[in-house]
């Protein structure tokens, strides 16, 4: 493996912050190879150099993966689902990787996988305000005063939705931005003002885009992706 900083390393390994890192360093506190290094531009190779904090070793993580998929229809967004396909099963890495929130049986498009918990965690959590936007495509023709009903938020079961981003594009299919991420939530939004889905597609989550992502096809997030990522869930 190549050399990286010392703060990241130890970042990396889950022993603290980047910058708690650096205090770390100028501190005296971190030894490398049993050797007490104060220069926060030191760098060490994960591999093979020995690395402590305060006397006590510090071992590098499973290497941290992040993932895009275009999810296709008839897939569980589960890691383990007897009798049904599951979105795992689309994937050919040696790591044990998690889904990040949901897409339904029915639905397609961009879902996020990690091995990284602490990003999951954050991403999944209700609290956590990013946005997401899908395609949808409806049975018959949608009105605007529908579209506008849906936007300002429309109560399941007795729990307000928070106002949406709506764009129409065709009488009979419009783009939705949400901030939340209930059950099947848009389906049931549109059921509430008289509709029935018949496509759905998320497009982003966040800073990320599904693109030209074949279905059923996924690949490693870049890593301005990642840092795009790291940023949100730190704000």
Not at 125 to 133: A, C, I, L, N, T
Not at 137 to 162: D, F, W, Y
Not at 208 to 215: M, P, R, T, V
Request: with cysteine.
């Amino acid at each position: 493996m190549s050399e990286i900083r010392l703060q990241k390393f130890l970042s990396q390994a889950g022993v603290c912050s980047r910058r708690k890192g650096e205090r770390f360093i100028l501190e005296g506190r971190v030894t490398v190879n049993g050797e007490k290094v104060t220069q926060l531009g030191s760098r060490v190779d994960p591999d093979s150099d020995r690395v402590a904090v305060d006397g006590h070793p510090v071992k590098s993580r499973e290497k941290m993966v992040y993932i895009a998929l275009n999810k296709p229809e008839g897939y569980v967004t589960s890691c383990e689902h007897p009798g049904e396909k599951i979105v795992l099963d689309l994937l050919s890495v040696d790591q044990r990787v998690y889904p990040v929130g949901r897409l339904d049986k029915d639905s397609t498009g961009l879902l996020l996988l990690t091995n990284d918990g602490r990003l999951h965690h954050r991403l999944s959590h209700p609290s956590f305000d990013h946005e997401k936007e899908y395609e949808v495509a409806v049975e018959k023709p949608i009105q605007g005063g529908a579209l506008n009903k849906m936007a300002a938020g429309v109560s399941l079961n007795g729990v307000q939705t928070r106002p949406a981003k709506i764009r129409k594009l065709t009488p009979k299919k419009f783009k939705i931005i949400l901030q939340e991420g209930r059950n099947r939530q848009i389906r049931r939004m549109v059921g509430k003002v008289g509709g029935r889905v018949v496509y759905l597609k998320r497009i982003r989550i966040a800073g990320i885009y599904l693109g030209d992502l074949a279905k059923g096809k996924w690949r490693y997030l870049k890593p301005d992706e990642i840092d795009r990522l790291q940023a949100l869930i730190k704000t």
